[in-house]
């Protein structure tokens, strides 16, 4: 048994317009009396709430059914209604806590969503955005049996997203690597390792700040010359990246070196005491940038590391979230295959929930919050094709939905928000002209090298 | 001797969902399953339609032998189990053979009661609660003309109308004084016994039989009323009680049923229950009682198989609640909860339909319909959860099944 594709619903997006209800009982009955349609939306005061099958992972219709005529698919993981076996017993809508499976008394027998084979009329009908068809669990059907290249017990803090990355990402890279992590919390949370042993199963190594990419060309063209294919990849934090980092970085991706460059961006220094860094943005609170009588967090923006190096023309340039895994792996099976052929830069964020102040069950929300409100974008970019959107920058949240949920944010004046706000809206509409192919620099860049 | 990890007697919903309850949790423990039908599991609750013809014998079997072997559990099929020694941990089967066990669950499900009536006992009549039976009946039911059900209960009421619907004339005779007693008022079960009278089917309520005697190849039933009936076929649907005489002298706490705690563990040391053979706790007065019902079989089961091993999720029996649901001539009567455990606020009834909603200090205890859409699971857990509908509760009582969607799909979803 695999995970399962599904349906989701987003009730904040409904605005009851039924048009899946009228889309399902035209596939499933023929006709759009929505009496007739597998998946109910429910009004319920000013919101909309949802009746339909959950395709559950223990179902009880199933074990209800006195006649063997529901019966779970293991292949795509929909409860199936067999017609010849079913006897009109009913006892299945008993078990049913969702209202999920329901007597219809025009077909004159139990109906239930069958995900319409994997292409449901409800969501493709679905223009608000209400209705998902996440197909995340292919990730796990994929990657769920290959090997995870980190030893079980890394001492990362309760809820960290950078651990998340790294297993992640390694495990999709694969065992032939050799993976530089510069000092950081990846190294720090014992990746490494200690007492002669690594923390990998593969070759680990632990670069200074300032040389990771050059030391990374180094043994990547090593192993060239002697004919070995490995790869390169560098897992380092954005202090390492942006900051004393980056001159071997950027030297690394002028040259065009074969190495996957990912940068896990928690936004300062946070092995170390949550120190600011040229990644950390405006107003945040760190260490170094404290809130007291005359400090009120970092007075200046965070650099934009993805843009930069973008600038250098890499093979690949990305931004990823872990709230958007599909997104994420897509990325990476990109950016690997680039690996191959020149510098692939990967940029991921990561709430730190230690450093930003939240709890540690909510780091996949704020990393959502985070895209949601345009605060960090997903796009990704090659030479060949400039920089396109990987989720549109419209119907953005307001901003504070995303700052009201981290500590570091908690002091914030108006008007610290309100440049904030007006940095975002900077970013998305540079980014968005980019796509858009209107911003001369990337006609430039997407017509070759600058010169 | 054969030693297993957990053995399970009976082979029907309580004793599946136990089985999968424990392989969720112990993919390794020795699993073995015995029964005495010599057939693959199925639920008695399908029987009603083989006997029909619409369910084909062949095709009611809720696992196959690969299910088995993919889940490796020793599947010993026409064995029952005729004594247990729960101090040895071993049971005796009908075959002679012993097996020891560890842990043992007891779901043995029910089996027919046959009425003292005088006479009964000379005649050929039938029961419906095994393939066998139900297999008997069908061939029966070609060379029935005239036919007599003792009994209005679930397999009364499905029989009668199914061998109305095969061309005999069909009498059922109740003794309460209308059918369907135990999941019914009266006015609901008037617009059943309607549909039934109007398919030429006679109800004999409030009426007992005093004796039977054989009447050439057949039998004449005779009521206290006065009233002879002779018949090709007499099927005794007076209820069903719990197997439980194999337990005879074995310590294990008997009243109806075998008694259970919340986690479905009888009185001694290694042995649970559960189905129709266990009596557990009501939902509404706390008192043990026997709820044969098979939504509650299969949540029964499953609380036992997790407690069996070990599983930290098990949650208590919440107790049991009396549901069914009933589709008769192409109509649909659902029952959910308590009749009287709380105040009705609203009930209306016309020839084909039927509504009722009972509910205590603005919590829902039962809700009964004909006709009339409501989810019955929904209502289960709305009534389980005790949830306070006094923000709702005009809009609930006016349109139970939108409401309680909306309830489910913000809290519990």
């Known amino acids: 048994m695999g995970a399962y594709n599904t349906i989701a619903f987003k009730p904040e997006h409904c605005d009851g317009c039924n048009a899946c209800m009228t889309a399902c009982a035209t596939a499933k009955a023929g006709n759009s009396d929505i009496i007739n349609s597998r998946i109910q939306i429910v009004a319920d005061g000013d919101n909309f709430e949802l009746a339909m099958c959950r395709q559950c992972g223990d179902p009880k219709c199933v074990s209800n059914c006195p006649a063997a005529a529901l019966a779970k698919d293991d292949a795509d993981g929909t409860i199936d209604w067999d017609g010849s076996k079913c006897v009109n017993c009913l006892l299945c809508t008993v078990g049913c806590a969702f209202g999920g499976i329901v007597y219809n008394a025009a077909a004159g027998h139990v109906v239930k969503c069958d995900s319409c084979g994997g292409a449901p009329a409800c969501v493709k009908a679905c223009d608000r955005g209400a209705l998902k068809y996440l197909t995340t669990a292919n990730i796990y059907n994929e990657v769920g049996d290959l090997e995870d290249l980190f030893v079980p017990g890394l001492a990362g803090c309760q809820g960290c997203n950078t651990e998340l990355i790294m297993r992640h990402t390694m495990r999709r890279i694969g065992p032939d690597t050799v993976l530089a992590t510069p000092p950081g919390c990846i190294p720090g949370m014992g990746s490494v390792g200690y007492n002669g042993l690594t923390g990998t199963k593969v070759p680990v190594f632990h670069p200074l700040l300032t040389n990771t990419a050059s030391m990374l060309t180094g043994v990547k063209r090593h192993y060239k010359r002697q004919g070995r294919e490995v790869n390169a990849v560098a897992l380092a934090g954005d202090g390492g990246a942006s900051d004393v980092g980056f001159q071997s970085l950027s030297g690394a991706a002028e040259r065009g070196e074969q190495i996957l460059f990912i940068c896990v961006d928690n936004e300062g220094y946070m092995n170390t005491g949550m120190q600011r860094s040229s990644c950390t943005p405006f107003g945040a609170w760190t260490s170094t940038t404290p809130v007291g009588e005359r400090g009120h967090g970092k007075t200046q923006d965070a650099k934009n590391m993805p843009l930069l190096m973008m600038m250098h023309n890499c093979e690949y340039v990305a931004t990823a979230s872990t709230a958007f895994m599909e997104d994420l792996y897509a990325k990476l099976d990109k950016a690997i295959a680039a690996s191959k052929r020149g510098f692939a830069y990967l940029h991921i964020y990561s709430p730190c929930t230690t450093g930003w102040r939240f709890p540690s069950h909510e780091n996949i929300e704020v990393a959502r919050k985070a895209v949601e409100t345009n605060f960090v974008m997903l796009w990704d970019f090659n030479p060949r094709d400039g920089l396109r959107l990987s989720r549109p920058l419209d119907d953005a949240l307001p901003i504070d939905a995303y700052l009201e949920a981290l500590g570091k944010y908690r002091h914030l004046e108006p008007e610290q928000v309100a440049h904030i706000e007006g940095t975002v809206e900077k970013n998305a509409g540079f980014i968005r002209s980019l796509a858009e192919g209107r911003h001369p620099a990337m006609a430039q860049a997407m017509t070759g090298r600058i010169a | ?413």
């Open chain 2, 1 to 413: 001797m054969q030693q297993t990890e957990y053995l399970i007697v009976g082979a029907s919903h309580a004793a599946l969902s136990a089985l999968q309850a424990i392989r969720m949790q112990d993919a390794d423990g020795s699993v073995t399953l015995v029964t005495r039908d010599d057939a693959l599991p199925y639920s008695p609750t399908v029987l009603p339609y083989v006997v029909s013809g619409r369910s084909a014998p062949e095709r009611v079997a809720l696992k196959d032998g690969a299910w088995f072997e993919q889940n490796r559990v020793g599947f010993i099929r026409g064995a029952a189990v005729t004594s247990v020694d729960a101090a040895a941990k071993r049971a005796k089967l009908s075959s002679g053979e012993e097996i020891a066990y560890a842990k043992l669950l007891l779901a043995t499900g029910a089996a027919p009661i046959l009425p003292p009536i005088p006479g009964l006992q000379d005649v050929n009549f039938h029961v419906l609660r095994t393939l066998a039976d139900a297999i008997g009946l069908h061939r029966a039911l070609p060379q029935t003309k005239q036919a007599v059900v003792l009994g209005a209960g679930l397999v009364g009421m499905h029989a009668a109308e199914n061998l109305a619907k095969a061309g005999a004339q069909v009498t059922v005779v109740e003794m309460q004084p209308r059918v369907l007693a135990g999941y019914f008022d009266a006015e609901a079960s008037a617009i059943i016994e309607a549909a039934f009278a109007a398919k030429g089917i006679k109800l004999l309520l409030g009426a007992k039989v005093s004796r039977c005697e054989a009447a050439g190849k057949g039998v004449r039933v005779t009521t206290d009323g006065g009233a002879s009936l002779d018949t090709d076929l007499l099927l005794v649907a007076a209820g069903v009680a719990p197997v439980t005489d194999f337990l005879a002298g074995s310590g294990v706490a008997v009243d109806r049923g075998i008694l259970v705690d919340d986690s479905m563990r009888s009185s001694v040391d290694g042995i649970w229950a559960a189905g129709d053979v266990a009596q557990a706790k009501g939902f509404y007065d706390g008192a043990k009682s026997l709820n044969g019902i098979l939504p509650s079989a299969v949540e029964q089961g499953k609380i036992a198989g997790m407690a069996m091993a070990g599983d930290p999720a098990v949650k208590p029996w919440p107790g049991g609640v009396p549901l069914n649901t009933y589709t008769f001539f192409g109509q649909q009567a659902v029952s959910v909860g308590s009749q009287d455990a709380g105040e009705v606020v609203r009930k209306e009834a016309d020839a084909k339909h039927y509504l009722k909603i009972v509910m205590q200090d603005n919590r829902l205890t039962g809700i009964f319909g004909i006709n009339v859409p409501f989810d019955p699971g929904v209502m289960w857990e709305i009534i389980l959860r005790r949830i306070d509908l006094s923000p709702v509760r005009e809009a609930f009582i006016a349109e139970p099944q939108k409401t309680a969607r909306a309830i489910m799909s913000r809290t519990w979803r």
